[in-house]
């Protein structure tokens, strides 16, 4: 009876296994490079294990957490949207140059989400019912943004942004800054979302074959349209949290804030149409480059330097990428 019981038990182990196997390998490449991060973190310095030093990594990381949640929408339904840029270096500017200071301070509050809400609903028209480029259509209304706040401050650097919005990066609970919580309630919220609402099964239908899903009664342009416009009111969000981060204001229009989204984006295992990574592995994406960034501090390495990486490690999300669907 023994002999007979076991060898049932070993076909169900190897069975088990091999779903653990392909489990691991099918994970975003986020994963991955967090692991190999944290593996070598100790040996590179006691204070990246140390956990108040990861709260303040996450409360860094917040404002381009929430900017990624963004661009992961968009992706989802095989647009994009590089406007982000413009949308940051918009508000910070009104935020911090004092033409709202004469206004109720929830005018300045609710000014970075209105600005993304109208630039999300100005991206959605564009790309959904115009049915203009997204790479396109998006850069153009970064560069516009951009170009109004260089003729608006003349090429100066405005002043600096008001203390009392500074709570939400400063302010915390139990060492969790509030910026950090608004960007998990945020990711909690869109993945529950997906999971029950009709939005998700659209954008999944979407992004699996756009073609087939406006067959079958989807509206394939509405879809394409709320995903921005939902995308714009996430990036004003990002914005917002931003703002709170500084204490001076800038006018530089931050190149590397839409690259970072993008790069994180595909790191979590969301590419256009593909959905790997649900809300988890971009989140997971965020808080490696992160890691990676303050890694490469302590080493003393510049910008340069972590452009490279940065670039490095997205070729290396494309290979994987390309392995798994049998193309390399």
């Known amino acids: 009876m023994t002999t007979v019981n076991s060898k049932p038990g070993a076909p169900s182990a190897s069975f088990n296994g091999k779903r653990v196997v392909s489990w691991i390998s099918g994970l975003p490449p986020a994963y991955y490079v967090l692991s190999i991060l944290m593996a070598v973190a100790p040996a590179v310095s006691a204070t990246l294990i140390n956990p108040n030093y990861w709260f303040v990594i996450l409360k860094q990381s917040a404002p381009l957490g929430i900017a990624v949640l963004a661009q992961s929408l968009v992706m989802r339904v095989r647009s994009i949207d590089l406007s982000v840029s413009g949308v940051f270096a918009f508000a910070i500017y009104l935020a911090s140059s004092g033409l709202l200071n004469s206004y109720p301070p929830l005018l300045t509050v609710a000014m970075p989400i209105i600005v993304g809400l109208l630039v999300g609903i100005i991206n959605g028209v564009l790309v959904a019912y115009v049915r203009a480029s997204a790479v396109i259509s998006t850069l153009s209304v970064s560069a516009m943004l951009i170009g109004i706040i260089q003729y608006m401050s ?30 998990v309630a945020t990711s909690v ?35 394409i349209f709320v995903s921005h416009v939902t995308a714009g009111f996430l990036t004003g969000i990002a914005a917002l949290v931003q703002i709170s981060a500084l204490a001076v204001g800038t006018i530089k229009p931050g190149f590397d804030t839409f690259m970072n989204a993008l790069a994180a984006t595909i790191l979590g295992g969301v590419t256009f149409g593909v959905d ?16 990676l960034f303050a890694m490469l501090t302590v080493f003393g390495i510049q910008e340069p330097g972590k452009l490279i990486a940065q670039g490095l490690i997205i070729a290396l999300a494309a290979i994987i990428y ?7």
């Open 189 to 223: 919220l869109v993945a529950i979302a997906f999971r029950f609402l009709i939005i998700g099964r659209y954008f999944r239908a979407v992004g699996d074959n756009p073609r087939a899903a406006e067959t079958t009664g989807i509206p394939l342009a509405r879809t």
């Open 276 to 291: 790997r990574g649900g809300v988890a592995g971009p989140f997971v994406a965020v808080v490696a480059f992160s890691f």
């Open 154 to 183: 003349a090429g100066r650097a405005p002043g600096s942004t008001p203390t009392w919005l500074r709570v939400l990066t400063n302010g915390n609970v139990y060492g969790l800054s509030y910026s950090v919580i608004i960007w």
């Open 322 to 328: 390309g392995a798994r669907a049998g193309r390399i």
